[in-house]
């Protein structure tokens, strides 16, 4: 909204493939057929990213490109409303902007950062400051990708994919 409140927005067509991708279709086969049992690879967990950006814009386009892609989305209105959110839900990668109202995006970082339970989660900071000085600042932080707005989504998903696969390779 206008205010910076949060609405739910349903999208039916993302509702509808997510339910799909995580259906069971066993009951889609006919009775008289015989299936032969099959080792099955281990579940695909969806994988959540949130977005921090006080722009209602910024945080529905992006998650409806993140939708999809395949993934959740959970959003906060500014640093504040981050920090409240990752009492609850931790997510698998952050996407964070620098210029927010309360809190900016380098107190959401340092607060991840040093706080243990939140320490090894992927920022990906996005952000219209795009000078060198913020930038190296953001990596001081432990940033993990620094990219510019309005940012392409080929290069999003792409710093999104790398990190995501770096991550699951160091738990395995």
């Known amino acids: ?18 339910e799909i991708a995580v259906s069971d279709n066993s009951h889609l086969i006919p009775l008289e057929l015989e299936v032969t049992p099959t080792i099955q690879a281990p ?36 640093g ?39 320490s090894d989660l992927p920022i990906i900071m996005i952000t219209s400051r ?3 000085k913020h930038r190296d600042h953001a990596f001081s932080l432990g940033v993990n990708n620094y ?3 309005p940012y392409q989504e080929d290069i999003l998903l792409s710093a999104i994919h790398e990190l995501l696969d770096a991550r699951s390779a160091t738990k395995h």
């Open 1 to 18: 909204m206008g205010d910076g409140s949060v609405v739910v927005i349903l999208d039916p067509h993302a509702l509808v493939r997510q």
């Open 43 to 78: 579940e695909q967990l969806v994988q959540t990213i949130m977005v921090v950006d006080d722009s209602v814009t910024v945080r529905k386009v992006t998650t409806r490109f993140l939708e999809r892609q395949g993934f959740e989305v959970i959003t906060a209105k500014d």
């Open 80 to 118: 504040v409303d981050a920090l409240r959110v990752l009492q609850d839900t931790i997510p698998d990668l952050m996407l964070l902007d620098i210029e927010m109202p309360r809190m900016d995006g380098f107190e959401v970082a340092k607060n991840v950062r040093t706080t243990s339970r939140w």
């Open 130 to 132: 795009t000078g060198e």
């Open 147 to 149: 990219l510019g707005k």
